[in-house]
Antibody, heavy 119, light 106 residues
């Protein structure tokens, strides 16, 4: 059974940094592109980052480019998101998601970890 | 960015057929995907590539469309289908989601 479990969210002040992780199991982690997707309270979904199978390529929307860094450790089946220069609008639940084989959609999601950016 | 527009809410009776629409502000070819999200749960993939049914998803769900206009059809609707349905496009960078359509059963 595919499982994705995030950890490491919390309350952080504006301008500070936070890094959290996702533990994957139930599939061959190194064969899949992986992503982070966020959902702000009472709002819709926003794709935040994607990383290639080897970790050599990463992709971001302009809203987080230069502030967020996605990384992975295939030996540990783990995905990470480093967030710098946090803003109040980054407050959201961040979910780890597995990319589908046939395209840039997400076929499994974790339950998410909540990040609150507030002073 | 490609904006995906969905109707905010629909109410239908069990056993009926419902279509949920998603309109893109520019062509996304067949790079459209559909998710179901129930309260307190993570999204679940239903349809990818506009019309391909994800493994394990009941055949009551189907998708159609290309270019800018897409639909998710549930036929027949069951009580357990109460949820919010999101569309997502993967043709244009950045990859965007619709705001969701909340489906309620009468």
């Amino acid at each position: 059974e595919v499982q994705l479990v995030e950890s490491g969210g919390g309350l952080v002040q504006p301008g500070r940094s936070l890094k959290f992780s996702c533990a994957a199991s139930g599939f061959t982690f190194s064969n899949y592109y992986m992503a982070w997707v966020r959902q702000a309270p009472k709002k819709g979904l926003e794709w935040v980052a994607t990383i290639s199978t080897s970790g050599s390529r990463s992709y971001y929307p302009d809203s987080v480019k230069g502030r967020f860094t996605i990384s992975r450790d295939n030996a540990k089946s783990s995905l990470y998101l480093q967030m710098n220069s946090l803003k109040s609008e980054d407050t959201a639940t961040y979910s780890c998601a597995r990319h589908g084989i046939y395209g840039w959609y997400f076929d499994f999601w974790g339950p998410g970890t909540m990040v609150t950016v507030s002073s | 960015d490609t904006v995906l527009t969905q109707s905010p809410a629909l109410a239908v009776s069990p056993g009926e057929r419902v279509t949920i629409s998603c309109r893109a502000s520019e062509s996304v070819s067949t790079g459209m995907h559909w998710y179901q999200q129930k309260p307190g749960q993570q999204p679940k993939l239903l349809i990818y590539g506009a019309s391909s049914l994800q493994s394990g998803v009941p055949a009551r769900f189907s998708g159609s469309g290309s270019g800018t206009d897409f639909t998710l059809t549930i036929d027949p609707v069951e009580a357990d289908d109460t949820a919010t349905y999101f569309c997502q496009q993967s043709w244009n960078d950045p990859y965007t989601f619709g705001a969701g359509t909340k489906l309620e059963l009468k």
